[in-house]
């Protein structure tokens, strides 16, 4: 379950969903400000991006990660995410865009709905997606100094698919069985954001691909 420092009133997927839907929001406007931002404003926001992760991890460590901190960090990412999208639609279309926006819904919906209504417990699948987070980041820096084929390409995209599938069952599951502490929601709400946006890129990754095949 999320620890917390504190052992305030918890809470459930009720109170959650809607500071995720108010993420959402924030990221959505982030997404439409990037147009009106110079490009050489992304990297350094990128990396403002991953501070924030880190930071975000040590800061829970010793206090609540607040509602502003987790808005500006949505807000950050709806930007950086402009030029992956724009890219995306410029290559492969922006009606399948689209569409792997559509796809992701479903799947991280459905993941999401059967681990609430079902109430199973996914904690054993802790282990093995860290392991595989680890792979996929190992994976992604040795694709930044050497290319992958096209079968790694395809490894790594089902890979990471599979883990952000299985990260949103593992922690809506822990969520739904356990509760938060009212204090830690926006960490929490920051963690299934995550979830969501990475499903997404992995998705955009596998229409990329499918493009490419044909």
């Given at each position: 379950?999320?620890?917390?420092?504190?052992?305030?009133?918890?809470?459930?997927?009720?109170?959650?969903?809607?500071?995720?839907?108010?993420?959402?929001?924030?990221?959505?406007?982030?997404?439409?400000?990037?147009?009106?931002?110079?490009?050489?404003?992304?990297?350094?926001?990128?990396?403002?991006?991953?501070?924030?992760?880190?930071?975000?991890v040590f800061i829970r460590r010793r206090k609540a990660v607040g509602?502003?901190?987790?808005?500006?960090?949505?807000?950050?990412?709806?930007?950086?995410?402009?030029?992956?999208?724009?890219?995306?639609?410029?290559t492969i279309g922006y009606e399948l865009v689209w569409q792997a926006?559509?796809?992701?819904?479903?799947?991280?919906?459905?993941?999401?709905?059967?681990?609430?209504?079902?109430?199973?417990?996914?904690?054993?699948?802790?282990?093995?997606?860290?392991?595989?987070?680890?792979?996929?980041?190992?994976?992604?820096?040795?694709?930044?100094?050497?290319?992958?084929?096209?079968?790694?390409?395809?490894?790594?995209?089902?890979?990471?698919?599979?883990?952000?599938?299985?990260?949103?069952?593992?922690?809506?599951?822990?969520?739904?069985?356990?509760?938060?502490?009212?204090?830690?929601?926006?960490?929490?709400?920051?963690?299934?954001?995550?979830d969501f946006v990475n499903l997404f890129l992995f998705i955009l990754?596998?229409?990329?691909?499918?493009?490419?095949?044909?």
């Amino acid at each position: 379950m999320y620890p917390s420092y504190t052992t305030g009133t918890r809470v459930t997927m009720g109170d959650i969903f809607p500071a995720l839907f108010f993420s959402l929001m924030f990221a959505a406007i982030g997404f439409y400000v990037g147009q009106y931002l110079p490009p050489a404003l992304f990297l350094p926001l990128m990396i403002v991006e991953l501070i924030m992760i880190v930071a975000a991890v040590f800061i829970r460590r010793r206090k609540a990660v607040g509602y502003g901190f987790l808005y500006a960090f949505t807000l950050i990412s709806g930007i950086t995410l402009f030029p992956v999208i724009i890219h995306y639609g410029q290559t492969i279309g922006y009606e399948l865009v689209w569409q792997a926006f559509g796809v992701t819904i479903v799947a991280y919906g459905g993941a999401a709905l059967y681990a609430t209504l079902s109430k199973a417990d996914f904690s054993f699948l802790g282990g093995f997606l860290f392991i595989g987070l680890l792979a996929l980041m190992g994976m992604g820096i040795v694709n930044f100094f050497i290319p992958f084929s096209t079968q790694a390409e395809w490894v790594y995209t089902l890979l990471g698919i599979l883990i952000f599938i299985g990260y949103t069952l593992f922690d809506i599951s822990r969520i739904v069985r356990h509760g938060v502490a009212r204090e830690d929601v926006p960490f929490v709400v920051l963690s299934l954001y995550l979830d969501f946006v990475n499903l997404f890129l992995f998705i955009l990754r596998l229409f990329g691909l499918n493009v490419r095949r044909d």
